[in-house]
């Protein structure tokens, strides 16, 4: 496996809703990066992605968080490859970039077939402009999509990383007041906190 891999930016949405199920789908046991597992929607940023505008804006909060190690323009393409995998994967419709709280960040460890920067997104499901049961629009990249509680999900095969996010919104019961990340850029994984 090639040591300097390119690791690529992504964002991933949590959607939540008011009795704390979030929406999580199982990838295909073929796929190259995490076959079988139940994840998130999300997905890797597009170079469209920085043409793009946000629909609506990113709150402060959120923008502050995201500068901390990120510029605005990649900023900004981070939450619009959050509300665009959300739209392919699910079907589903964020009103706006507003409704995006970033909650943490991962980079994926050296040996995997793809390496990732992964910023996790949370959002009320109230926001959606679609019926949050109604999947009849998602493209195939997820099977199974359904709204679990985080004692539901833990019975899937997860992710290592959306175990411990799912434990992080569970104890904050919503967005941390700081921004957890697991930086494996290095060759040992290491977690520190974004203010």
């Known amino acids: 496996m090639d040591k300097a891999m390119q690791i690529r930016d ?3 949405v949590v959607l939540q809703r008011d009795d704390g199920r979030v929406l999580m789908g199982q990838r295909g046991h073929g796929a190259v990066f995490m076959p079988g597992k139940f994840v998130f929607p999300g ?13 609506g804006t990113l709150a402060p909060a959120c923008l502050r968080r995201l500068c901390i190690d990120a ?22 419709v ?19 077939p793809r390496r990732f920067d992964a910023r996790f997104f949370l959002a009320d499901a109230a ?4 019926d949050p049961d109604d999947f009849s629009r998602a493209e195939d990249e997820l099977s199974h999509l359904q709204w679990l509680s985080p004692l539901e999900a833990r019975a899937f095969d997860l992710p290592f990383v959306t175990r411990i996010v799912l434990a992080e919104i569970e104890a904050t019961s919503g967005a941390p007041d ?3 990340f697991y ?3 290095g060759s040992v994984g290491r977690v520190r906190a974004l203010t």
């Open 10 to 12: 992504a964002a991933t």
């Open 43 to 55: 997905g890797a940023v597009d170079a469209a992605d920085f043409e793009a505008t946000p629909i």
């Open 71 to 92: 510029d605005r323009a990649v900023a900004g393409a981070l939450a619009v490859a959050a509300l665009r995998e959300l739209r392919e994967e699910t079907g589903l």
């Open 94 to 112: 964020l009103r706006d970039a507003a409704a995006l709280s970033f909650v943490f960040r991962a980079v994926t460890p050296p040996g995997r």
């Open 127 to 130: 926001h959606l402009e679609t």
């Open 178 to 180: 700081h921004v957890p």
């Open 183 to 185: 930086d494996h850029r």
